[in-house]
């Protein structure tokens, strides 16, 4: 049995092929009338629309790329990544657009992926772990690529993105050791080529400012391995240290193992806060004190910016700022 045309849907609705067509498209431009002999005509023979013409005509392929900067290791096994993955796709289950997923880490890849991204392969584009000054928003913008970030770049702002406000939350952490009476309090910070490592490194150095303490910082990449790293570091070099405030929840992990193997009692000895309130925060050994950030909420807000960027709606805030809180648990 051969497949329906648009030809044979006008003749069944009794309406030119340009009607037809109209009414697959969303146009208002067609009266209540047509409109309803198009649908059923449509119901009654079975027709299913092409997308691929109708991407020839419309411009539009009703698909949205998510590119993450960092490995797949990274994003398969990272909560952060899960949580926000999973809110993008909430919102977009909503819209009838379908997303892809691109994973890119070196200059190379990036080229390939930005030669693709501005083929008219996709309608719009979401960013995730961007580092340093990367240069893709700023191109897909000028090609006309309508785009969302997830985080604040450390380059310059882009039209549109959404990040949590880690400065803050980073603070209020800080502030509770302060408030337990902790004399020492070290940080592990996030990478400096990302927004996200360097607010919460000013958050930390906002509270310990009025404390007179010195800092003390090392530095980790938000993985579990980085953190005991950062660790060991910190207590080679401050072995009277009595807290740790670390820029994820991974990294706390890695820190609470070395200073557990180190004779430390947690929190007795030294307090840990985390960032992110991932499920693992609440299993750890003790109970992970940490900042909760709503990730699948960014995820939504993201999709639902962009979305409105492609169907050339005003975006009155294309940026936005969610709130963190700080979740007590045994650890601190």
């Known amino acids: 049995m051969n497949r329906p045309t648009l030809e044979a849907v006008a003749a069944r609705a009794g309406v030119g092929r340009g009607t037809v067509s109209r009414v697959i498209n969303g146009s208002p431009n067609v009266s209540e009338k047509a409109r309803e002999a198009v649908r059923q005509a449509i119901e009654e023979l079975g027709y299913v629309p092409n997308r691929a013409a109708r991407a020839l005509v419309t411009r539009r392929t009703d698909t949205v790329a998510l590119v993450v900067s960092e490995s797949e290791l990274r994003v398969f096994d990272e909560p952060y990544f899960a949580g926000t993955i999973r809110g993008i796709g909430s919102a977009l289950?909503?819209?009838?657009?379908?997303?892809?997923?691109?994973?890119?880490?070196?200059?190379?890849?990036?080229?390939?992926?930005?030669?693709?991204?501005?083929?008219?392969?996709?309608?719009?584009?979401?960013?995730?772990?961007?580092?340093?000054?990367?240069?893709?928003?700023?191109?897909?913008?000028?090609?006309?690529?309508?785009?969302?970030?997830?985080?604040?770049?450390?380059?310059?702002?882009?039209?549109?993105?959404?990040?949590?406000?880690?400065?803050?939350?980073?603070?209020?952490?800080?502030?509770?050791?302060?408030?337990?009476?902790?004399?020492s309090i070290a940080t592990i910070a996030g990478p400096q080529d990302m927004g996200v490592g360097v607010d919460r490194l000013a958050g930390y150095r906002d509270a310990l400012l009025s404390s007179g303490m010195p800092e003390l910082v090392a530095y980790g990449d938000f993985s579990e391995e980085s953190g005991a790293s950062a660790m060991r570091e910190l207590l080679a070099e401050h072995p009277g240290l009595d807290a740790v405030f670390t820029a994820s929840d991974l990294m706390a992990v890695g820190a609470m193992r070395v200073l557990k193997a180190a004779g430390r009692a947690i929190p007795g000895d030294v307090a840990v806060v985390g960032f992110e309130d991932s499920k693992a925060a609440a299993h750890t050994d003790p109970p992970l004190t940490t900042v909760h950030q709503p990730t699948e909420a960014m995820g939504r807000q993201m999709a639902q910016l962009l979305v409105a960027r492609i169907n050339g709606e005003e975006v009155r805030q294309p940026v936005v700022i969610l709130d963190t809180h700080l979740v007590l648990r045994e650890s601190a």
């Not at 584009?125 to 897909?140: C, E, I, K, Q």
């Open 93 to 183: 289950s909503e819209t009838g657009l379908q997303l892809i997923l691109a994973m890119a880490q070196s200059a190379e890849e990036h080229e390939r992926l930005e030669h693709y991204l501005t083929g008219q392969h996709v309608d719009g584009v979401l960013l995730l772990s961007l580092h340093g000054d990367d240069p893709l928003p700023g191109r897909l913008e000028a090609m006309g690529v309508p785009t969302v970030l997830g985080g604040r770049p450390v380059g310059p702002a882009p039209y549109s993105y959404v990040d949590m406000d880690n400065r803050a939350g980073a603070r209020q952490a800080v502030k509770h050791l302060l408030g337990l009476g902790r004399a």
